[in-house]
Nanobody, 122 residues
Framework: VQLQASGGGLVQSGGSLRLSCAAS????????MAWFRQPPGKEREFVAS????????KYADSVKGRFTISRDNVQNTVYLQMNSLKSEDTAVYYC????????????????WGQGTQVTVSS
């Protein structure tokens, strides 16, 4: 499985961005997918996940109500719609795919994209 993240950029506080993660492979619809982020000088942290066939979603408390994860199993793509962005959302965002259930732990994911930079200016 190969993952290609895109959509990052520079945005003002309060603005919006939509990240995309295109996946290769025929098993995409059965895989749990997630977004993580790594702020400057900090560890990678969970942002949101979405189940495979169940499409159940989970969010970090810090992004609830502002971010929405979704997937298109025809296009083999997972999205992260980010609204009301804050300076503390500045990070490199990574998409990840799991062969197991959706989880908040980085160790649950087997495949990772290359990351896309999101910078929110105040």
């Amino acid at each position: 499985v190969q993952l290609q993240a895109s959509g990052g950029g520079l945005v003002q506080s309060g603005g919006s961005l939509r990240l995309s993660c295109a996946a290769s492979g025929r098993t995409f619809s059965r895989r749990a997918m997630a977004w993580f982020r790594q702020p400057p000088g900090k560890e990678r942290e969970f942002v949101a996940s979405i189940g495979g066939l169940s499409t159940a979603t989970k969010y970090a408390d810090s992004v609830k109500g502002r971010f929405t994860i979704s997937r298109d199993n025809v296009q083999n793509t997972v999205y992260l719609q980010m609204n009301s962005l804050k300076s503390e959302d500045t990070a490199v965002y990574y998409c990840a795919a799991s062969t197991n259930s959706a989880d908040y732990r980085t160790t649950a994911y087997d495949y990772w994209g290359q990351g896309t930079q999101v910078t929110v200016s105040s």
